[in-house]
């Protein structure tokens, strides 16, 4: 079960449940893949609605590894994620916000 208190979330790849996590090392993992300078310009394009679908497989992936799973960007090209891409982008605004705030 994802702790929403430890930053965590769930998501179903290919029929499995992983709980994702950003970390500080997945963190830094997102910026360096990032097409801008930092973590803040993600953060205020997910607030405007202006994220890519890259941002959003790049965010699901460095939260993967967060917790603790192995694959890497090219995995998640062929993945099977339960609930499409809303879903994926769901869990990416989930991860940031659960990173950077505290619950309730």
């Not at 996590?21 to 990032?34: D, Q, R, S």
């Not at 891409?85 to 916000?97: C, D, H, M, T, W």
């Amino acid at each position: 079960m994802a702790n929403p208190f430890a930053g965590e979330v769930a998501l179903t790849l290919d029929g499995t449940r992983y709980v994702l996590k950003l970390t500080l090392g997945a963190l830094a993992e997102l910026e360096a893949g990032l097409e801008t300078d930092t973590l803040v310009a993600l953060v205020e394009r997910y607030e405007a609605g202006n994220f890519s679908t890259a941002d959003v497989l790049r965010l699901v992936v460095a939260g993967l590894r967060g917790g603790g799973w192995t694959g890497g960007y090219d995995d998640i090209l062929k993945a099977d994620i339960a609930g499409g891409p809303l879903e994926a982008a769901r869990v990416g605004a989930a991860l940031i916000a659960r990173a950077f705030t505290v619950p309730g």
